[in-house]
């Protein structure tokens, strides 16, 4: 399993949100690196990175606007960041709850 996974809903329509462009970089001098990129499977789920991610701080993008222009719909978040701390060698999860004028998100399991 890799070390990162992801999983995207789309709220506003009540169904995983497949074909999202993600990408995964770690911060080096306040400079963020790209790691890996992929997209986002029909069940809305992305595995990315190496294996293990080493202890520091590392931003998930998702290209949002994209997905929603491909529907033909407006958003106000064309490109969300969601910025972790990688602090132990483990499995991280992060989910993002997803709608055109809004998201969230939190550490999964």
Not at 18 to 43: F, H, K
Not at 71 to 84: A, D, H, K, N, S
């Amino acid at each position: 399993m890799s070390h990162l996974t992801t999983h995207v809903l789309d709220a506003a329509a009540g169904c995983p949100a497949a074909n999202v462009a993600v990408s995964l970089g770690r911060y080096v001098d306040g400079v963020l690196e790209p790691l890996a990129q992929g997209l986002t499977d029909d069940d809305g789920r992305a595995a990315l990175g190496p294996d293990v991610l080493e202890p520091g701080i590392y931003g998930l993008t998702f290209g949002t606007g994209a997905y929603f222009g491909d529907r033909g719909q407006e958003c106000f978040y064309p490109l969300v960041t969601v910025t972790f701390t990688v602090a132990e060698r483990s499995h991280y999860h992060v989910p993002l709850l997803l709608s055109p004028f809004g998201y969230s998100t939190y550490r999964g399991s």
